[in-house]
């Protein structure tokens, strides 16, 4: 078929260039929309990257103010910005930089993979002719394209930017390709260069990967390459620390199937159009609840590094749950992830064994049941998704058949419980804290809360029904805890 741009693309690309000849300047269209043009890709929100010999800051500084859109200075060393446009509900971007050379062609080479240095002159985006011959492809882009392979432009490419080491994966994830041999073989030589990115270009990276479904092979090769433990060094510490007869495999082995039997748990749990919806809840910007679990797989057992202990020559982490809190705060705080995405993460992390001890008992108390979900809150699902690609996990010697059909068993009946209580109308409070102040002559404090709690999870599981009740059991508690 003719490689043509639709005629929306040329209605959204047409004051671009009518400001282009107006101002008598040459412009290529460049990189992803004509790879994606290509590919026949088409995404929500579509973005454009141009070049020009120079006056990149100059000719979108114009093209704003003409669209009546945001303006954003990337690097004005290197004479690269951004246009934010909002049209029809989507957010069109249009990036502009200077050559990177004294001609096209030598810009080209510096981009990053031979599939985004492909370039075509703005006026041939409006022609309609097949625009295969018109496209200009020095490095063989389209061939790679073919090919279905990522391959980098020239041997600099990783150390001009290394996050391009991340990229590579992310695009493979992205569009299903394959990283080119030599390519890793050169993200593996210059894998130490990356220390020096920002951890916000480094989480972009990092979530495009886990927003696909192909995380967990991109991941271990990442690890082969020992490439992902310059990005998180606490991975280190997890290699080679048997877990005992539970386990069959090493903490940081665990952790990575772990990931690995989620992935395969979303193809069935994602059927579920609750769960679905849940999963594709965005806590930040693009970011979906679903790639955060993801994340939470990779960092569910990372404080056991910490807790090690050996007694009567048996291995246990006691309180790894507390440790991996701890670590898991510092990485969101050098992530740059938002408040709503680490305080997620901390609480997944915390309380990922919940389920488990529920799981020690075929049938867990009213208590242990109202308990768990006061805790978990809007992440009890996450906790329990995780729960059960952790077990799954888990094939030691020791981890019997019955056991896991058992933890299965009450994760699924967790499942539905919270799904019920979410179509229940929320029980009103038998007494407020007015009331409790003014029967027991009390001023505001701590105190009030404590009671509070204590009535609100007695009234859940039945043992108070009446105010009658709830004024003995306040009583009680405030006797206690005098």
């Not at 080479?109 to 295969?132: E, M, Q």
């Not at 994966?169 to 130490?192: N, P, Y």
């Not at 940081?252 to 992935?263: A, K």
Request: glycine share 6%; net charge positive.
């Amino acid at each position: 078929m003719p490689l043509k741009f639709s005629a929306k693309d040329k209605e959204i690309l047409n004051p671009v260039c009518d400001l282009a000849g107006q101002r008598k300047v040459k412009l290529y269209l460049v990189g992803g929309a004509l790879r994606d043009l290509i590919l026949k890709r088409r995404k929500d929100n579509p973005d454009f990257d141009f070049c020009l010999k120079t006056g990149a800051l100059s000719f979108g500084r114009r093209l704003a103010g003409h669209l009546k859109a945001a303006f954003v200075l990337l690097d004005e060393e290197h004479g690269a910005c951004r246009v934010v446009k909002k049209l029809d509900g989507k957010l069109y971007t249009f990036d502009f930089t200077d050559f990177r050379g004294p001609t096209l062609e030598k810009d080209l080479l510096h981009r990053d993979f031979t599939i985004n240095s492909l370039a075509l002159g703005l006026k041939d985006v409006f022609s309609d002719k097949d625009l295969s011959q018109a496209i200009i492809d020095p490095y063989s882009g389209r061939e790679d394209l073919k090919r279905k392979m990522i391959r980098a432009t020239h041997k600099n490419s990783f150390p001009e930017d290394p996050l391009r080491i991340m990229r590579a994966f992310s695009f493979s994830c992205l569009i299903g390709f394959s990283v080119e041999k030599e390519t890793l073989r050169l993200a593996k030589k210059d894998k130490s260069m990356i220390s020096g990115v920002s951890g916000e270009r480094l989480r972009d990276e990092l979530f495009k990967i886990l927003e696909s479904n192909q995380a967990h092979a991109a991941l271990v090769t990442l690890d082969r390459l020992k490439i992902l433990e310059i990005i998180f060094p606490e991975i280190k510490p997890m290699r080679n620390i048997g877990q005992g007869p539970y386990h069959h495999l090493d903490v940081w082995q665990h952790t990575l199937e772990t990931l690995n039997q989620f992935e395969l748990l979303l193809a069935q749990a994602r059927k579920n159009p609750r769960i679905k919806q849940y999963l594709d809840e965005e806590l930040s910007g693009l970011r979906r609840r679903m790639s955060l679990l993801k994340f939470a797989c990779i960092l569910h057992d990372i404080g056991k590094p910490g807790a090690l202990r050996r007694e009567k020559k048996r291995i246990i982490f006691h309180g790894h749950e507390r440790v991996g809190l701890g670590l898991t705060r510092a990485i969101c705080r050098r992530l740059k992830l938002s408040n709503e995405e680490s305080r997620s993460l901390e609480r997944i992390v915390l309380c990922h064994l919940r389920p488990g001890y529920l799981a020690d008992s075929d049938h867990p108390t009213p208590k242990a049941v109202f308990r768990y979900f006061r805790d978990t809150g809007t992440d009890a699902l996450a906790v329990l998704l995780l729960s059960l690609s952790d077990q799954r996990a888990t094939k030691g010697p020791l981890t019997t058949a019955l056991s896991r059909t058992r933890h299965e068993k009450i994760v699924k009946t967790l499942i539905r419980r919270l799904f019920k209580k979410e179509k229940e109308k929320k029980q009103a409070r038998l007494l407020n804290g007015n009331d409790i102040m003014r029967k027991f002559k009390l001023q505001p404090s701590e105190l009030i809360g404590t009671v509070l709690d204590e009535l609100e999870e007695a009234q859940a599981i039945g043992k108070i029904k009446n105010k009658a009740d709830a004024f003995k059991l306040a009583a009680k508690v405030i006797k206690l805890k005098k």
